[in-house]
């Protein structure tokens, strides 16, 4: 996907400006700032999708927001468009070539370990425990630097061709794909 330097730059100010001028959640800023610059074509009213992500998802605490929505926006990319097409049986094993996911699930599985290797955890809620609390300065401070790291990462991995993305080794993943 071809993303051009102005379209970056207006996703990375319209992620920070979201959340710190209009009061998006993480999740939805992303998501959002994605759309806005032009670079994901979904209609704004999409940006619905990604605000029970926020806070952890429902404000839990767990998985933060912000991978949340730079995932999701890879997925409007990159996602299978039709889901219910191919068969599935699931005590039958897939040869690794015939396998969708193998090939797929790599700038997913590698934007998400980034993310993970950057932030050093992806639970909001230590995020949250780090800054004192969710109505500190200093949360809301850190919330729009991970916004803005999150929409980095989805530009590198919106951007990847499908040759770059095929070559990507597996980094942590539950497939034991390498």
């Known amino acids: 996907m071809l993303i051009s330097e ?3 730059a207006r996703a990375l100010q319209y992620a920070r400006e979201n959340q710190v001028d209009h009061g998006l959640s993480c ?5 959002n700032a994605l759309i806005r610059a032009g670079i994901i074509d979904l209609p704004e009213e ?14 839990s605490g767990n998985t933060c927001g912000a991978v949340y929505g ?3 926006a890879l997925g409007a990319v990159y996602g299978r468009k039709d889901p219910l097409a191919e068969p599935f049986e699931p005590t039958k094993p897939i040869p690794l070539e015939e396998d969708y996911r193998y090939y797929m699930m790599r700038r997913f599985n590698n934007l ?20 004192g609390g969710y109505f500190e300065k200093k949360r809301m401070e ?3 630097e991970i916004i803005v790291r999150a929409t980095e ?8 061709d499908e040759e770059t993305n095929n070559a990507l080794p597996y980094k942590k993943n539950i497939y034991g794909w390498e």
Request: aromatic letters at 8%.
């Open 6 to 8: 102005e379209q970056k």
């Open 27 to 31: 999740s939805e800023s992303v998501f």
């Open 153 to 160: 990462l989805a530009l590198k991995y919106l951007e990847m």
């Open 112 to 131: 998400s370990n980034d993310f993970t290797e950057y932030l050093e955890t992806w639970r909001c809620g230590d995020v949250i425990a780090e800054c």
């Open 46 to 59: 999409c940006t619905c999708l990604a605000t029970g992500l926020s806070g952890g998802v429902g404000a």
């Open 142 to 144: 850190k919330c729009t």
């Open 70 to 72: 730079a995932l999701m």
